[in-house]
């Protein structure tokens, strides 16, 4: 039985399609996650002084590896300073990542480990104060990058498979 070199290729293409790995929102290499907001601290002491979140509470699961890109001002930056900080919180600990007082912040953090990650601000003046702050999560490289290189081995494998076929066409002899 001879397969013809169309069903060959065809074939060769949908497993080619079929071994790509997917790809789902919000998930790992799915992109960038953008939010922002605006809240308020009421002065030191009283109630809601703090904002105390979890990341992905927020729109943001961080994994390790995964970068947050993060920016907020007290006041549109005319101040007064609060205390920010990001901090993780495994098991038994609570592990700070950065922290900082000041008026206005932008920067950027990855993930050093997997746990669960929160934002912190507290205001230690006698005055309210109004945060606005912005957030880019930029998630990290998968760990099943190899399986990218899938497509391409089927596709070389299907190649190589289609020059045999042409280079036995050639030496066969004339029936």
């Known amino acids: 039985m001879r397969i013809r070199i169309e069903v ?21 290499g ?28 927020m729109g943001f699961p961080m994994r390790q590896g ?3 890109v993060y ?3 007290v006041n549109n930056g005319s101040g007064p300073p609060v205390y920010f900080e990001i901090h993780g919180h ?10 900082t007082t000041s008026s206005s ?29 912005a957030f880019n999560l930029v998630q990290g490289q998968s760990d099943v990058w190899p399986l990218y290189l899938t497509p391409l081995g089927v596709a070389l494998v299907a190649l190589a498979g289609v020059f045999l076929k042409f280079r036995e066409r050639r030496t066969r002899p004339p029936e």
């Not at 060959?8 to 790992?28: F, K, R």
């Not at 038994?92 to 922290?99: E, I, L, M, P, S």
């Open 8 to 28: 060959l290729v065809a074939l060769s293409l949908a497993a080619a399609t079929l071994a790509a790995p997917c790809v789902a929102a919000n998930g790992t």
């Open 30 to 57: 799915s992109g960038i996650l953008t939010g922002q907001g605006t809240f308020v601290l009421t002065p030191s002491g009283s109630l809601n002084y703090t904002l105390h979140a979890y990341l992905a509470d």
């Open 66 to 68: 995964d970068t947050l």
């Open 71 to 73: 920016s907020w001002s």
């Open 90 to 99: 495994p098991p038994g600990r609570y592990d700070v990542f950065f922290n």
């Open 105 to 133: 912040v932008s920067g950027a953090w990855t993930a050093p480990v997997q746990e669960p990650y929160m934002v912190y601000w507290r205001n230690d003046q006698t005055v309210r104060v109004n945060v606005t702050f």
